[in-house]
């Protein structure tokens, strides 16, 4: 079992950004990352993706992000940034890492993963929502024949041309 001061469960944005606090305390700490890839849950959205605020106002602690020729960046502006972040750091992050279980211990949490065991005397979870993502239940879904999807499945807008959408 590996022990350490702290895991944090997850690499995406607020992940990082509690990596990079950590990283000044001298505690020993892990983010553990289900994902192949740097950039959080920015690589599964749609490829015209941009964020909703200027990068000035999108930047994790101690880097600003870089400005986007629009103001507004990219998907991919974002996940260059998210992972040059990571890299600048050299933040901990073990990848990929799905992790099974979180439980306490007499001593310590411990957790369960697919890298093996870990023990730890706090945890953070920053798993973000696109891994889990909630469908409402509202009347009348079961018997509806058109297709449903949640805006993390969304990938563009081709397969609804010439559909009506809500």
Same mark, same amino acid.
């Given at each position: 079992m590996r022990r350490v001061d702290v895991v944090v469960i997850g690499a995406g944005q607020a992940a990082l950004a509690v990596g990079y606090y950590l990283r000044r305390t001298g505690l020993t700490y892990v983010l553990l990352d289900a994902s192949w890839s740097p950039g959080g849950a920015w690589p599964r959205t749609w490829s015209s993706l941009r964020l909703f605020s200027p990068a000035e106002a999108?930047?994790?602690p101690g880097w600003l992000m870089p400005p986007a020729a629009? $103001?507004?960046?990219? =998907? @991919?502006?974002?996940i260059d940034y998210l992972t040059?972040?990571?890299?600048?750091?050299?933040?901990? *992050? =073990?990848?990929?890492?799905?992790? @099974?279980?979180v439980r =306490?211990?007499?001593r310590a949490i411990e957790l369960d993963s697919d890298a093996g #065991?870990?023990?730890? =005397? #706090? *945890?953070v979870s920053a798993t973000g929502t696109a891994a889990a993502p909630?469908?409402?239940a509202f009347p009348g879904r079961e018997s509806?024949? $058109?297709?449903?999807?949640?805006? *993390? @499945?969304?990938r563009g807008p081709g397969p609804f041309a010439g559909r009506r959408v809500l």
């Amino acid at each position: 079992m590996r022990r350490v001061d702290v895991v944090v469960i997850g690499a995406g944005q607020a992940a990082l950004a509690v990596g990079y606090y950590l990283r000044r305390t001298g505690l020993t700490y892990v983010l553990l990352d289900a994902s192949w890839s740097p950039g959080g849950a920015w690589p599964r959205t749609w490829s015209s993706l941009r964020l909703f605020s200027p990068a000035e106002a999108s930047s994790l602690p101690g880097w600003l992000m870089p400005p986007a020729a629009d $103001g507004y960046p990219t =998907r @991919d502006e974002a996940i260059d940034y998210l992972t040059r972040y990571e890299h600048r750091y050299q933040l901990p *992050v =073990r990848r990929p890492v799905h992790v @099974d279980a979180v439980r =306490r211990s007499a001593r310590a949490i411990e957790l369960d993963s697919d890298a093996g #065991a870990f023990a730890a =005397r #706090a *945890v953070v979870s920053a798993t973000g929502t696109a891994a889990a993502p909630h469908v409402p239940a509202f009347p009348g879904r079961e018997s509806f024949a $058109g297709r449903q999807i949640h805006s *993390v @499945d969304y990938r563009g807008p081709g397969p609804f041309a010439g559909r009506r959408v809500l």
